[in-house]
């Protein structure tokens, strides 16, 4: 984690920083990124990130929390929004696309977690990250479930765990080519993600909604 020391310089300062190091986290990996490049395509010396972070590990460390605080951020508001929980769900979709187009390194990153020589770092951080989602999810489902919008027969943890399954991939596919060529290769080429975020939402209704859900709205 970062030392005090980087708390008091400016917030614009802090967000360069972790920006250059997720870039280079996610262009390189955690294990070939240089502390050294970033230090210097952040305009910092080498001494003074050394100031800040005590090794790579912690300064890589820090950047998993603020993709994960700025995910959380991104989501503010979703849950608590004026509309059923299935428009709440596609806003998700829609700002996981907005993310991936914005900011890409920072699902890079996340998605690097996911290799094996990556596991002392999944270990510590794979639950905080992924409790962003749950929680949220979990939120607005028991909340569709309580206004009538969701069958209250769904068992919520195995709904949540197949809606963020659907997110995290719609998100990773993105991003990589192997996951793109996947995804075209399922939807015949015809890729329109508005459409697919569309289609994913009327199948949720079918699946998990109740007459409520399925009523135009007034």
Same mark, same amino acid.
């Given at each position: 984690?970062?030392?005090a020391t980087f708390s008091r310089i400016s917030p614009e300062k802090q967000a360069l920083i972790l920006d250059v190091a997720n870039r280079e986290f996610a262009e390189h990996g955690y294990h070939k990124a240089n $502390?050294? %490049?970033? *230090?210097?395509?952040?305009?910092?010396? $080498?001494g003074a990130m050394y100031k800040y972070f005590a090794s790579k590990e912690d300064l890589f460390c !820090?950047?998993?929390?603020?993709? *994960?605080?700025? $995910?959380? +951020?991104t989501y503010e508001g979703v849950e608590h929004a004026s509309i059923d929980?299935? !428009?709440k769900i596609r806003t998700m979709f829609m700002k996981v696309l907005d993310i991936a187009r914005e900011r890409p390194q920072s699902l890079q990153v996340y998605m690097s977690l996911l290799g094996s020589n990556m596991d002392e770092f999944a270990q510590r951080y794979a639950g905080t990250?992924? +409790?962003?989602?749950?929680?949220?999810?979990?939120h607005i489902v028991l909340q569709g479930q309580q206004d009538g919008y969701i069958d209250k027969d769904i068992d919520v943890g195995t709904m949540i765990f197949f809606l963020d399954n659907h997110l995290m991939m719609f998100a990773f596919s993105q991003i990589s080519l192997y996951l793109k060529i996947r995804q075209e290769t399922f939807l015949d080429g015809s890729v329109d993600q508005g459409r697919v975020?569309? !289609? %994913?939402?009327?199948?949720?209704k079918r699946m998990f909604g109740t007459d409520r859900a399925s009523s135009p709205k007034t």
């Open positions: 984690m970062a030392r $502390i050294n %490049t970033i *230090a210097s395509k952040a305009g910092i010396s $080498i !820090e950047s998993l929390e603020w993709g *994960a605080r700025f $995910i959380r +951020d929980p299935f !428009e990250i992924e +409790d962003v989602g749950h929680s949220y999810l979990k975020i569309d !289609e %994913t939402i009327r199948i949720c």
